[in-house]
């Protein structure tokens, strides 16, 4: 055994709660339901809190019943040939019954973000087919702006979710598809992911036995649409806390976390980024056991931040994709060395295997990369209604076994030892916040716009280790600015796949061969970007201070107080933090949603000056007021 294997396993024996309460899942555990391993919980432990928000709880009990009378009304509106059903929330313990729900119908749901572009979610109940969304009365406009004449509602917040309602004991066979993602949409035909009841409940089995998660552990997650970790905590019989991260600040959710005394944290490595740096010494987290990531690599930098403010916690990491579920683990502690800039993908879970093969499909030799296959039994279906796109990324087992591979688009290197290094995408395809992009297809749609000549788009990372796009554009028109560009991508693409930054060349540097010289491009630097708005420099100390804190967490020279916070790239997280920073900075009591709506700096200061001013008594108005009169104009 080598030593960082030896070295992996002590980390893992040691991912115990103190309480020792861990029962482990077994391997014949994968042939049950998934409704019926919850409802299993739901007797042991009726009165267990199961689901707690800032806003809702309810108990095993509670929320068994709730989801029960849900799935009959679902089943109540279904038609014979309703297959998919559309869930619209905002990710509170609603969404989680909703997913409970449709799971016990048998039936497969699509999670649409409320955040996201409205078209975007158009096209994915079109290509879904769907004739019922689910909603409740916070997002019920939403859902009829998407309904039109053909699709039903069907508002939970209507139902009597206190009433008693027995389990409906439906026989679903473990090959039935329960879940639709969507992972693209930009080329106009999108891709949905058909993630069938085995495959989803054989990771949350690898999941919870990974990291022992037991009815003692308080999982906190702030993903809108996932349910790996709402399966992982509610199958374990452990407590679930959703966390909205686009609705609360950084700030929320520290508090939040040593407040309930928070276990396990489920997050992506840019977003425990954030929560770091928003960190001041005032919260310490010492029933936090374990940091779980996964959708993006996970860097020596970050992990670096998270050891210096969650010393005794250890780090989890997971590879995987939605097509083939989590298939590689690595286990980071106080001590664990770091080779490279990038942590090592890791080794592997139970049920899968990786095959690493060249162009021609064939082996290579040991010690080289290649693109890594996934062998399993547990991967998903395919893709909804793309039999040509299935047939290209899924493959029979060629040996004439039970399993199915996987073809990922990514390169790895394995070790003797089975360690799997990732060596990034075949394609050019990276994550940003969590999303897959390919970086020739943001290429090609900057470069087929109107204004635009040639265009290159690459993904470095800013100054904070942040994966962003980078658009090179070339462009003969005087009047192209970044803000017009912008405008035009958002309403083809969504945000995460919109630049951050674009710079504007006379011509793209070309190779002997004529091809574009990626190597060459000039960093972005950190000058205020080429807008629509003319730079207005701060003219009072509220826009200075405001400013001063956009141009930080921008990593901006300077930021004019009219310049739109999209227009200079800025993303929701860097909007939280700025928020985060804001408050923090003028001692006011805000929610974090109206800062979010104002989008230049000039706005935010005359928010936060307008709400001070409302905190006045009549005599200090009264004061103010006369010391204003007795000023000259200019002054005023």
């Known amino acids: ?45 009726p009165q267990k809190m199961a689901v707690k928000t800032l806003r809702y709880q309810f108990t095993y009990a509670e929320l068994n019943r709730a989801a029960n009378q849900i799935a009959r009304a679902i089943l109540a509106l279904c038609g014979p ?12 313990a609603q969404m ?3 997913v409970l729900a449709i799971i016990k119908t048998g039936k497969c749901h699509i999670i649409l973000d409320p955040s996201s572009l409205f078209e975007r979610n158009l096209q994915q109940l079109d290509d879904a087919q769907i004739e019922i969304i689910l909603a409740n009365r916070e997002t019920l406009d939403l859902a009829r702006s998407y309904a039109a004449a053909h699709r039903q509602i069907l508002n939970i917040d209507e139902l009597d979710l ?12 473990p090959d039935a598809p329960i879940r639709l993602v969507y992972t693209s949409g930009s080329t106009g035909q999108p891709k949905g992911v058909v993630q069938n009841q085995h495959d989803i409940l054989h990771n949350a089995i690898n999941y919870s036995n990974a990291i022992h998660i037991c009815t003692e552990d308080r999982l906190l997650f702030h993903s809108r649409i996932a349910i790996g970790p709402i399966l992982r905590a509610l199958l374990s019989g452990s407590t679930l806390y959703p966390f909205d991260i686009k ?4 700030g929320v959710l520290a508090e939040w976390m040593a407040q309930e005394e928070i276990t396990i944290l489920v997050t992506v490595p840019t977003v425990l980024l954030h929560l770091t740096e928003s960190l001041d010494g005032t919260f310490s987290f010492p029933h936090l056991r374990i940091i779980t990531m996964n959708g993006e690599a996970l860097y020596r930098h970050q992990v670096e931040e998270a050891r210096r403010f969650f010393p005794e916690t250890i780090l989890f990491n997971l590879l995987g994709s939605r097509e083939s579920n989590g298939y590689r683990i690595y286990f980071v502690d106080q001590h664990t060395p770091i080779q490279g800039d990038r942590l090592p993908a890791g080794y592997a879970l139970p049920g899968t295997e990786i095959m690493l093969l060249d162009e021609a499909n064939r082996p290579v030799s040991p010690g080289e990369v290649g693109e890594i296959v996934v062998k399993s039994q547990y991967l998903s279906t395919g893709y909804w209604r793309r039999p040509d796109l299935t047939a290209e990324k ?35 395809q990276v994550k940003i916040r969590g999303f ?7 290429e090609s749609i900057i470069s087929n716009l109107e204004s635009v000549n040639h265009a290159a788009v690459v993904a470095r990372d800013d100054a904070a280790g942040v994966l962003r796009l980078i658009a090179y554009v070339v462009t003969d028109r005087k009047n192209v600015t970044a803000s017009s560009l912008r405008r035009q991508l958002a309403a083809i693409l969504p945000d995460y796949m919109i630049p951050s930054t674009f710079v504007f060349l006379d011509a793209l540097p070309l190779t002997s061969l004529g091809k574009i010289d990626r190597r060459a491009l000039p960093p972005p630097g950190s000058a205020r970007p080429l807008l629509d708005s003319p730079f207005v420099a701060p003219r009072t100390p509220a826009e200075a201070s405001i400013a001063a804190i956009w141009a930080d967490v921008l990593d901006m020279d300077e930021v004019g107080i009219l310049d739109p916070f999209l227009d200079l790239g800025g993303h929701s997280l860097q909007a939280t933090q700025i928020v985060t920073r804001v408050l923090d900075t003028f001692q006011v009591d805000l929610p974090p949603r109206i800062l979010f709506e104002s989008a230049t700096v000039a706005s935010m200061a005359e928010l936060l000056i307008h709400h001070q001013l409302q905190q006045l008594s009549s005599q200090e108005a009264e004061e103010l007021v006369a010391a204003l009169e007795s000023l000259p104009e200019e002054r005023v």
């Open 1 to 45: 055994m080598s030593e960082e294997l030896q070295r992996q396993q002590v980390i893992q024996s040691r991912c115990f709660h103190p309480s020792g309460h861990w029962i482990q899942f077994s391997e014949t555990d994968v042939d049950r339901t998934i409704a019926e391993l919850f409802e299993a919980q739901a007797v042991r432990r």
């Open 81 to 92: 040939q309703t297959q998919v059903i559309a869930l619209c929330f905002e990710p509170d």
């Open 96 to 98: 989680i019954l909703a």
């Open 162 to 173: 206190q009433a008693d309602s027995p389990n409906l004991e439906l026989a679903i066979p």
């Open 247 to 250: 609705r609360h600040s950084f």
């Open 394 to 428: 899924f493959m029979a087992d060629p040996a004439g076994g039970s399993e199915r591979l996987y073809f990922t688009g990514d390169l790895g290197q394995l070790m003797p030892d089975g360690l799997l290094l990732y060596h990034g995408r075949k394609d050019f």
């Open 436 to 442: 897959q992009v390919k970086l020739d297809q943001v």
